[in-house]
Nanobody
């Protein structure tokens, strides 16, 4: 059984940075790839970034490339998403999930999400 808990969301201003964290309760953390996905208000859930089981490969959506960085700490069972130069368009609920791919259906276990609000 996998339990994921996101944290680090909040209200920030455009241009600010924010780091989200996902704590995983799982027996074999390094057996999983992880992704961050988000759901903007009134829109469908979308892919943000993903990382393979050992952190050797990372993947980003076009809007995240160059601004966001996904990382993992296999010793602490955590996955992080560093977000820089945030814009109001980044306002969304951000989810951590196990899996790999650029579609929400590529992911199975999900956290409850953390709200990120970026003001202009």
């Amino acid at each position: 059984q996998v339990q994921l808990v996101e944290s680090g969301g909040g209200l920030v201003q455009a241009g600010d940075s924010l780091t989200l964290s996902c704590a995983a309760s799982v027996r074999t953390f390094n057996g999983y790839a992880f992704g961050w996905l988000r759901q903007p208000p009134g829109k469908e859930r979308e892919f943000v970034a993903a990382i393979t089981w050992n952190g050797g490969s990372t993947f980003y959506s076009d809007f995240a490339e160059g601004r966001f960085t996904i990382s993992r700490d296999n010793a602490k069972n955590t996955v992080s998403l560093q977000m820089n130069n945030l814009t109001p368009e980044d306002t969304a609920v951000y989810y951590c999930a196990t899996g790999l791919g650029d579609r929400p259906k590529d992911y199975d276990n999900w956290g409850q999400g953390t709200q990120v609000t970026v003001s202009a």
